[in-house]
């Protein structure tokens, strides 16, 4: 599968945007979904991640209640709504895909596929 994420910019502080991560190939609600994030000179950090179906999702503790991962399947897309954005939050965005028998994945090394990144830059 290909992943093609989008969404990303410059925002104020408390200030929101939402990502998108376009998929193309095999089944799309056959993968697990993720966000992950980067900032610089940090490790890649699980931001989001959502089950097959989408009735299940799980968020990172610096991001719960902020943020909220959804999916439509009919779209092949995933969506990551970003709300009182704050400038911590400041980092390239990625989207990401996996095969397992789980219901969801926190661990960004049991992910299979990545998409290319979106950098979220929140001002102060």
């Known amino acids: 599968v290909q992943l093609q994420a989008s969404g990303g910019g410059l925002v104020q502080a408390g200030g929101s945007l939402r990502l998108s991560c376009a998929a193309s190939g095999r089944a799309f609600s056959s993968y697990i979904m993720g966000w992950f994030r980067q900032a610089p000179g940090k490790e890649r950090e699980f931001v989001a991640t959502?089950?097959?179906?989408?009735?299940?999702?799980y968020y990172g503790d610096s991001v719960k209640g902020r943020f909220t991962i959804s999916r439509d399947n009919a779209k092949n897309t995933v969506y990551l709504q970003m709300n009182s954005l704050k400038p911590e939050d400041t980092a390239v965005y990625y989207c990401a895909a996996a095969v397992s028998t789980l219901t969801v994945l926190l661990n960004r090394r049991e992910y299979d596929y990545w998409g290319q990144g979106t950098q979220v830059t929140v001002s102060s």
């Open positions: 959502i089950s097959r179906t989408g009735g299940t999702t």
